[in-house]
């Protein structure tokens, strides 16, 4: 069955399945990006096969969301799969069920911090960005670019609907905030090993853990990026140069980005999510 790890897009995804992917499958704990491909991304176009191949059609692809699953779950043992996809359900269709879902992991980040991260990871203006993770039309296109060879159509809504969707299914669940993970990583790492240990036996030790954590800090990804390149990077919206998938992690401030009027507009979309997360 498959646990989902899912967020909204620029909220810590990456970072929780490299984490994940240290943890489950290396020996050692030390992460490199290779590991990544063992979390794939769901929608994907190859679970689509002789399905469908109307992957920009939603309501073509709504019919398939749950056969590409049971297929996927057909082999019995436990994956997980990454998602920006909107948990919700078109007439009869759900994205997912609790025959295909053992658990879901759903990272979490402060909404104002999304909007500097959403201007430089996508190259938009701030105000763009502001009404994009507000807009309950916001689904893949322009400014949600992915690698042409697995570009579905991929439904996110505004941020609070897509946290409603993930967290009120309430079915072994775990949230992470990702100011948490910035702030004492150990702790949030400790948390995913116990809930991981409901469901799947996997090896580890202090070393392992220590090996995690060093591997997989924002400073060392962001370092191994540079040096080395990072396949998930999209091109600027002239597509002529990567923009760096790890930027500016604990330096992103809202306070220093967003001015007054920002602020309030955020805030006052989501007040009630913020209010039960903790961000005001």
Not at 200 to 205: L, S
């Given at each position: 069955m498959?646990?989902?790890?899912?967020?909204?897009?620029?909220?810590?995804?990456?970072?929780?399945?490299?984490?994940?992917?240290?943890?489950?499958?290396?020996?050692?704990?030390?992460?490199?990006?290779?590991?990544?491909?063992?979390?794939?991304?769901?929608?994907?176009?190859?679970?689509?096969?002789?399905?469908?191949?109307?992957?920009?059609?939603?309501?073509?692809?709504?019919?398939?969301?749950?056969?590409?699953?049971?297929?996927?779950?057909?082999?019995?043992?436990?994956?997980?799969?990454?998602?920006?996809?909107?948990?919700?359900?078109?007439?009869?269709?759900?994205?997912?069920?609790?025959?295909?879902?053992?658990?879901?992991?759903?990272?979490?980040?402060?909404?104002?911090?999304?909007?500097?991260?959403?201007?430089?990871?996508y190259?938009?203006?701030?105000?763009?960005?502001?009404?994009?993770?507000?807009?309950?039309?916001?689904?893949?296109?322009?400014i949600y670019?992915?690698?042409?060879?697995?570009?579905?159509?991929?439904?996110?809504?505004?941020?609070?609907?897509?946290?409603?969707?993930?967290?009120?299914?309430?079915?072994?669940l775990?949230?992470?905030?990702?100011?948490?993970?910035?702030?004492?990583?150990?702790?949030?790492?400790?948390?995913?090993?116990?809930?991981?240990n409901?469901?799947?036996?996997?090896?580890?030790?202090?070393?392992?853990?220590?090996?995690?954590l060093?591997?997989?800090?924002?400073?060392?990804?962001q370092?191994?990026?540079?040096?080395?390149?990072?396949?998930?990077?999209?091109?600027?919206?002239?597509?002529?140069?990567?923009?760096?998938?790890?930027?500016?992690?604990?330096?992103?401030?809202?306070?220093?980005?967003?001015?007054?009027?920002?602020?309030?507009?955020?805030?006052?979309?989501?007040?009630?999510?913020?209010?039960?997360?903790?961000?005001?």
């Amino acid at each position: 069955m498959i646990i989902w790890i899912a967020s909204f897009p620029k909220s810590g995804n990456t970072w929780i399945r490299a984490i994940i992917s240290s943890l489950i499958y290396s020996d050692d704990g030390i992460f490199n990006f290779e590991l990544l491909k063992r979390v794939q991304q769901f929608p994907n176009k190859k679970h689509f096969e002789n399905f469908t191949d109307k992957y920009q059609n939603p309501h073509e692809l709504k019919k398939f969301w749950i056969p590409a699953q049971e297929r996927i779950n057909l082999g019995n043992d436990t994956k997980f799969f990454k998602t920006h996809h909107i948990n919700c359900k078109i007439g009869e269709y759900p994205f997912t069920n609790r025959k295909n879902t053992l658990g879901t992991i759903y990272i979490v980040r402060d909404p104002r911090n999304l909007v500097n991260s959403f201007s430089n990871h996508y190259s938009i203006d701030k105000h763009v960005a502001k009404k994009t993770i507000t807009s309950r039309e916001f689904v893949t296109g322009e400014i949600y670019r992915e690698n042409k060879q697995n570009n579905v159509f991929t439904i996110i809504g505004s941020w609070k609907d897509h946290y409603n969707s993930w967290t009120k299914a309430n079915q072994n669940l775990l949230i992470i905030k990702y100011e948490d993970l910035l702030s004492d990583p150990q702790k949030e790492l400790n948390r995913i090993i116990k809930y991981l240990n409901n469901f799947m036996d996997f090896r580890y030790d202090d070393q392992k853990i220590k090996n995690i954590l060093s591997s997989t800090s924002f400073e060392r990804m962001q370092k191994n990026e540079v040096e080395n390149g990072f396949f998930e990077a999209v091109p600027d919206k002239f597509n002529t140069k990567k923009v760096n998938f790890f930027n500016q992690g604990k330096n992103n401030n809202w306070k220093k980005y967003l001015n007054q009027e920002d602020v309030k507009y955020i805030e006052s979309n989501f007040s009630t999510e913020m209010r039960e997360l903790g961000y005001l």
